[in-house]
């Protein structure tokens, strides 16, 4: 940290260069305005993550004019409400963002109903279908249609099966009239389930209707990694064993468990964190250049990653991994509790908030590489980056001039917070004498962005618009799970769970277990 905080920093102007004009201009990205019409159904529409997620993310993009030009969003949940109440249920959600024109919340509002539903009943599914048809005559909507899935995943089963019973997963043409659900984490809890949850939707769905959102693949900066690998030619032939020392992955959170303990207490880190969005991450650092930059052939690729994890056995899992759980601590001047304090989580739990592990992937490009893995709750800081080591120059030729060695280089992509993507390289400090200083070359993202959408508006607007790129596909998503259910089947069977969990202080940078990994 003190090394990083002694470097300069070079701070990038973000510039288009014109190449018929000769001008450098910038130019921000369009985002594509979907042109079907559709109907959002909401299920869940009481919930947590309708309030603080889905909802917020439709009325911003309202508001900028990214919804389709006609459009009803219809919320269902078992909470029996009129249309009216719904309205101004989520007006009083609403008006915590900056803009609330009242023009502009009015046709908003106009758009939304409501119909309760009983998850299990046939019978209010129907009633449902009959509330659509109304809709669709209304909004001329053409049968486009969008079940977002916001509740507990112990109903995903259950909606999508009676949405398929009451007919409303049927496309007649997928190009003119589409039926699309959208899946959030988690997708099962290790391969069985994983899979089980897959069998059922496709019964009433077909793979190209299903959406099941990682909301990091949404962020600007996890985009860019693609672009930045592919779209340069002087990064690529760099990209392998020869010349890169490690990867480091890492998902450091200052949070706890917040109100989930129900949830975390069964998933805990491994299936929170590592099973999908670090191993998304991994999969965009590690894959092989696709032929074209389209949803299939980019889902391909990160396939064979997964494929070519080298599994871990009895010896790699005790020496590669780390896990930890927070204990107590002060995290920017405040008292936290333990997570077994915490409230709803059992005062003897063994769930770990915190991993940090080696592993590799097994094929030609990334043979012997390790890939250091870290995501845990309640650490000092907030950050998740990705840092690509270089290996050392072949030979100094300084050594005769400088007592130190020289520092490799190092490229960063920081996903969160403050984005960035910065490459760390040696210079001469100025002066009479030869001394060497690291440099560090930035390219920030808050000084380009002129219209950056947040991750739920992305993902909504590539639903509407039926690009899977930034979601997960099954097959990707199963072999994350073979990777990963034999490893945390073996931890939680482990007869000294208990004496192989690592206590950490919360605010601290995790168990201090953690830094022999990268040594071994
Ligand atoms: P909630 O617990 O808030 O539940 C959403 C709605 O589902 C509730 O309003 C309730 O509506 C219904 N519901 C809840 N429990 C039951 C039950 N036992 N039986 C039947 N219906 C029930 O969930 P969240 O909104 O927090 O999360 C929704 C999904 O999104 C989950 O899968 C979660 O893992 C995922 N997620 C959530 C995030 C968040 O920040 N909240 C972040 C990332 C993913 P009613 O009673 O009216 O039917």
Redesign the pocket.
């Known amino acids: 940290m003190a090394a990083e905080k002694s470097q300069k920093h070079l701070k990038l102007q973000t510039i288009v260069q014109k190449p018929d004009s000769g001008n450098s201009v910038y130019e921000p990205c369009q985002c594509i305005q979907p042109s079907d019409p559709c109907i959002i159904i909401v299920?869940?529409?009481?919930?947590?993550?309708?309030?603080?997620?889905v909802m917020p993310a439709l009325y911003k993009l309202f508001l900028n004019n990214f919804m389709p030009q006609e459009f009803a969003i219809l919320g269902?949940?078992?909470?029996r409400l009129s249309d009216a109440q719904f309205r101004e249920n989520m007006k009083s959600i609403l008006t915590d963002m900056q803009t609330m024109p009242p023009n502009a919340w009015n046709k908003f509002a106009s758009r939304l109903y409501y119909q309760?539903?009983v998850?299990d009943d046939i019978a209010t599914f129907n009633n449902l279908s009959d509330r659509l048809d109304i809709l669709t005559q209304k909004y001329k909507t053409s049968g486009n249609k969008l079940f977002y899935?916001?509740?507990?995943?112990?109903?995903?089963e259950t909606i999508a099966t009676m949405i398929g019973r009451a007919g409303l997963s049927t496309e007649a043409d997928p190009d003119k009239n589409w039926s699309r659900i959208v899946?959030?984490?988690?997708f099962g809890s290790n391969l069985q389930t994983s899979t089980a949850l897959n069998n059922t939707l496709q019964q009433s769905f077909k793979e190209h209707q299903i959406y099941r959102?990682d909301?990091y693949l949404a962020k600007e900066t996890v985009q860019n990694i693609l672009v930045f690998r592919f779209a340069n030619a002087i990064f690529e032939p760099l990209w392998s064993r020869q010349y890169i020392e490690y990867v480091d992955i890492c998902a450091a959170e200052t949070l706890g468990i917040?109100?989930?303990a129900g949830?975390y207490e069964k998933a805990g880190v491994l299936r929170d964190m590592f099973q999908n969005h670090i191993m998304q991450l991994l999969s965009l650092i590690a894959m092989e250049p696709p032929a074209k930059f389209a949803s299939e052939m980019v889902h391909d690729e990160k396939a064979k990653v997964f494929r070519s994890l080298l599994p871990f056995d009895a010896t790699t899992t005790e020496k590669n991994i780390v896990l930890g759980q927070y204990a107590a601590g002060t995290l920017n001047g405040n008292k936290v509790p333990a997570y077994r304090n915490e409230p709803g989580v059992d005062p003897q739990s063994l769930t770990p908030t915190y991993a940090m592990m080696k592993i590799f992937i097994d094929n030609w490009r990334w043979q012997g590489v390790p890939f250091y893995l870290m995501s845990g709750k309640r650490l000092k800081e907030k950050l998740t980056r990705i840092v690509v080591q270089f290996k050392d120059v072949p030979h100094s030729v300084f050594s005769t001039i400088i007592s130190e060695t020289i520092s490799a280089n190092r490229l960063t992509f920081v996903i969160q917070p403050n984005e960035k993507i910065s490459l760390t390289f040696q210079a001469k400090n100025p002066g009479s004498t030869v001394c060497l200083r690291s440099m560090n070359m930035e390219f920030h993202y808050d000084g380009t962005a002129e219209q950056t959408l947040d991750a739920y508006e992305k993902v909504l607007i590539d639903c509407m618009n039926g690009d899977q790129m930034l979601f997960l596909r099954q097959d990707s998503e199963e072999l994350c799970w073979s990777f990963f259910t034999p490893l945390i089947e073996d931890c939680e069977a482990c007869i000294n769970r208990e004496k192989n969990l690592c206590f950490y202080e919360a605010g601290t940078e995790g168990p201090r277990q953690a830094k022999k990994i990268k040594n071994r």
């Open positions: 299920f869940g529409a009481s919930g947590d993550l309708t309030a603080r997620k269902c949940a078992r909470t309760s539903i998850y899935l916001a509740v507990p995943p112990f109903l995903y899946v959030e984490k988690p959102i909301h917040e109100h989930r949830y």
